[in-house]
């Protein structure tokens, strides 16, 4: 099958968009292969301190035999569920890396915040800009000039792509993202969103809902809804950043530590020293890219991702925006209904065919740039692959199989929708984000009196009153990475929804974020530019009626365009004091919009390329 027509334009056009950004990135990681960050340049003081607490056999291969060092760059703690496994990873990776003849050393630690448990919480504030604190510890951690590969252990939310943006400024060197699994699943998502509801009602008490929330989230592991974690790993694995098939193998499995061990060796193999060198920065690429947007549309993937892949892609010089992701989404199928598109949560989805169906599918529709390179020796078509335990404990891949079950997973030929399961929408309210695998067809157009609010907890006191029932789009202001640093608004979704199933026409609209975990109450987020700025959507006033429509891609208020230009926006307040949101003032200040990727450090990075873009591209020392 030939490559699709639309695919191949906007993959072209990003290439010419990014010539400049591109080429400099790319100058500037050779500069970093020849002058930068490594070992044999170390002073013998240097590389002394490098190797002090290691054992006597790695400091004999670490000095005198120069072999291949690993730097293991780690988001462990054990709060987070997804990433309490990480503890155990290091040590196991030591044997593995030694197995090949290699060494590895942990690199240093990001922060792994959660935003499960930050949600509705001032702390929430903080989450987007976690993203450029974990680039740049992951920075600081390569730094050191040790490695000759980047073993990257994060799983959720702002981390795999701070783990991202950060090595890829180090793309010189081979890297790899390392899952540790989803937990195994337990409470049914229909009966937890059920619990939630009612309690929002006061219907069943705070005890009640505990139990419910428990037994959902119950063990180690990452949480069992494709929200933006496990959207996280469909990314990494379209971008051919892991080995195959590795998203959703089950946390403490022994086909889990075989895959762990099977990265690592292969990690050595693609290292600056090995036999088959594969740096970050010739991996994640326009077509890798391109992949990623494919993969989000064709799975109905977190809505996150509209900012993550941007910065991803900003950090390898790459500039991709929301036209890029528009165009793709009409011509790439949504292929599964995992929840909150619909019931089965990755388990189940990874059963009945998982990721490698899902790519097995797209690269025979044309759909995917199958040359892209990766990690894996025989490129994109290693990730049409399924992996099993094989008899002598290692893995062993066999090709991917049709779906078992399509109303989970379906084929590119006979698709649950023929677009993307996320489109862009726009009018005169800006451009914003909808997430329409999640929504049912009948509501993908809502046409009612807007209700403005300026934070979410005034939202979920005015439904509690009764001020939402009735038809109504709530638009939720001074969300946006300058306003507030653009926390997820999830906690609005039970509360909506309890209206929403009472037969109101219910639509938000807001600056801010929802999350992977959006559902069906229909959405437009990241709106921009953001009200804080000055931006459309801070001129809406309650009673205007808004159109949201994600047939027609309009997102707009009926207003007499005279009075709608009159009008004076509203000034959002913000309460960004306390709980340490005080120092990400300068984070705040600085961020770019959602559209650009949202990152304070990458903006800040791209004004200081501009100014030494001719010393970078003629080689002077910068």
Known sequence: MSLNSVVESVTSRIIERSKTSRRRYLTLMERNREKGADRSRLTCGNLAHAVAASSAADKQELVFEQRPNLGIVTTYNDMLSAHEPYGRYPEQMKIFAREVGATAQVAGGAPAMCDGVTQGQEGMDLSLFSRDVIAQSTAIGLSHAMYDGVALLGICDKIVPGLLMGALR?????????????????????????????????????????????????????????????????????????????????????????????????????????????????????????NAIVGLMATGGSTNHTIHIPAVARAAGIIVNWEDFAELSAVVPTLCKVYPSGPSDVNKFNEVGGLPTVISELSGAGLLHRDAPTISENGLDDYARRALMGNDKNVVYTPAKPSSDLEILRSAKEPFHQGGGIQLLQGNLGRGVYKSSAVADNLLTIEAPARVFQSQTAVKEAQKAGELHRDVVVVVIGQGPRGNGMPELHNLIPSLGVEL???????????????????????????????????????????????????????????????????????????????????????????????????????????ELEEIGDDVEKGTEV
């Open 170 to 290: 180090f793309g010189h060197l081979p890297g790899m993202l390392i899952p540790s699994g989803p937990m195994t699943s337990g409470l049914p998502n229909k009966e937890k969103v059920r619990v939630r509801q009612l309690y929002v009602q006061g219907k069943i008490g705070k005890d009640e809902l505990m139990k419910a929330e428990m037994a959902s989230y119950h063990s180690e592991g990452t949480c069992t809804f494709y929200g933006t974690a496990n959207t996280n790993q469909m990314m990494a694995e379209f971008l051919g950043l892991m080995m195959p098939d590795s998203s959703f193998i089950p946390v403490d499995t022994s086909l889990r530590q075989a895959m762990t061990r099977a990265s690592v060796h292969r990690l050595v193999e693609i290292s600056a020293k090995g036999k088959d060198p594969r740096p970050m920065a010739e991996v994640v690429n326009e077509k890798a890219i391109v």
């Open 501 to 607: 199933d009472q037969g109101f026409k219910i639509a938000l609209v807001t600056d801010g974020r929802l999350s992977g975990a959006s559902g069906k109450v229909p959405a437009v987020v990241h709106v921009g530019p953001e009200a804080q700025v000055g931006g459309p959507l801070a001129k809406v006033r309650d009673g205007d009626v808004i159109r949201v429509c994600a047939r027609s891609g309009k997102l707009e208020a009926l207003v007499d365009e005279k009075e709608w230009a009159a009008r004076t926006p509203t000034k959002p307040h913000r309460a960004t004091a306390g709980t340490g949101r005080e120092l990400f003032a300068l984070m705040r200040e600085a961020a770019p919009s959602a559209e650009e990727g949202a990152s304070p450090m990458l903006f800040m990075m791209d004004r």
